[in-house]
């Protein structure tokens, strides 16, 4: 299957910011800015990007952070003032695709590119100083709108204005919004994400976890 599901608005990089976070030092790379050109897209990141801590925001199943600007304009709505693009963090800013129902799996074709959907983005303190608000992470939470780590399958390069194209979807049913709703609370779906061959394994672990915890 094949079909055109969006378009890429921006591609956005930045570099590590050094920072003090509660009087101790930090670093972060979440202050990232739209890019012109073509962008080389390899390894487990964007040409020009930064992962600080690849061990909670980078790696391969965390290459790239795709957030919707439906879910950016909703945000807008909510705080009541515009937001910039990339102010959430993300590498990409997509219109048209559902990012939140994208199973996880799923592939996508993006200029030369192709990525696949590894597991939704789980907000820490750093998105709270991004946005000048350390409870805007526990809202995002709530909001269940939490965009989605892509990995890369094939490197190429993309850039703003591609079409973002479904080349692929596996059978089962597990989003990436039921994978965020089973983490922020709805735990009888659990062992779903134990099902899904296309599911990271530290998100696998996670979900053991929790089953061996219920158990007892």
Same mark, same amino acid.
């Given at each position: #299957? +094949? /079909?055109?599901?969006?378009?890429?608005l921006s591609?956005?990089? &930045?570099?590590?910011?050094?920072? *003090?976070?509660?009087?101790?030092?930090?670093? /972060?790379?979440?202050?990232? $800015?739209?890019?012109?050109?073509?962008?080389?897209?390899?390894?487990?990141?964007?040409?020009?990007?930064?992962?600080?801590?690849r061990?909670?925001?980078?790696?391969?199943?965390?290459?790239?952070?795709?957030?919707?600007?439906?879910?950016? =304009?909703?945000? %807008?709505?909510?705080?009541?003032?515009? @937001?910039?693009?990339?102010?959430?963090?993300?590498?990409?800013?997509? *219109?048209? @695709?559902?990012?939140?129902?994208?199973?996880?799996?799923?592939?996508?074709?993006? &200029? $030369?590119? +192709?990525? %696949?959907? /590894?597991?939704?983005?789980?907000?820490?303190?750093?998105? &709270?100083?991004? #946005?000048?608000?350390?409870? !805007?992470? =526990?809202? !995002? +939470?709530?909001?269940?709108?939490?965009?989605?780590?892509?990995?890369?399958? #094939?490197?190429?390069?993309?850039?703003?204005?591609?079409e973002?194209?479904?080349?692929?979807r596996?059978?089962? *049913?597990?989003?990436?919004?039921?994978? !965020?709703?089973? !983490?922020?609370?709805? =735990?009888? *779906?659990?062992?779903?994400?134990? /099902?899904?061959?296309? #599911?990271?394994?530290?998100?696998?672990?996670?979900?053991?976890?929790?089953?061996?915890? =219920?158990?007892?």
């Amino acid at each position: #299957m +094949t /079909s055109v599901a969006g378009t890429v608005l921006s591609v956005n990089v &930045g570099k590590t910011t050094h920072f *003090e976070y509660k009087n101790r030092p930090a670093k /972060s790379a979440i202050w990232k $800015s739209p890019v012109e050109g073509r962008v080389a897209v390899r390894g487990v990141n964007l040409h020009g990007d930064e992962q600080a801590d690849r061990e909670a925001h980078g790696g391969p199943d965390k290459a790239v952070y795709t957030y919707a600007i439906e879910d950016i =304009r909703w945000w %807008e709505g909510e705080l009541g003032r515009p @937001l910039e693009i990339a102010q959430l963090g993300e590498n990409l800013t997509i *219109e048209g @695709l559902d990012v939140t129902n994208a199973l996880v799996g799923e592939r996508w074709q993006i &200029g $030369s590119v +192709t990525l %696949e959907v /590894s597991e939704p983005r789980v907000p820490c303190w750093r998105l &709270g100083v991004r #946005m000048g608000d350390p409870k !805007f992470v =526990r809202h !995002f +939470t709530e909001a269940r709108r939490p965009g989605t780590y892509l990995r890369i399958v #094939m490197e190429g390069e993309l850039g703003a204005g591609d079409e973002v194209r479904v080349i692929e979807r596996p059978e089962h *049913e597990l989003t990436i919004g039921d994978v !965020f709703r089973i !983490f922020a609370g709805d =735990r009888d *779906e659990v062992a779903r994400i134990l /099902s899904v061959p296309q #599911m990271s394994e530290a998100w696998k672990q996670w979900a053991q976890g929790v089953l061996e915890k =219920r158990k007892g």
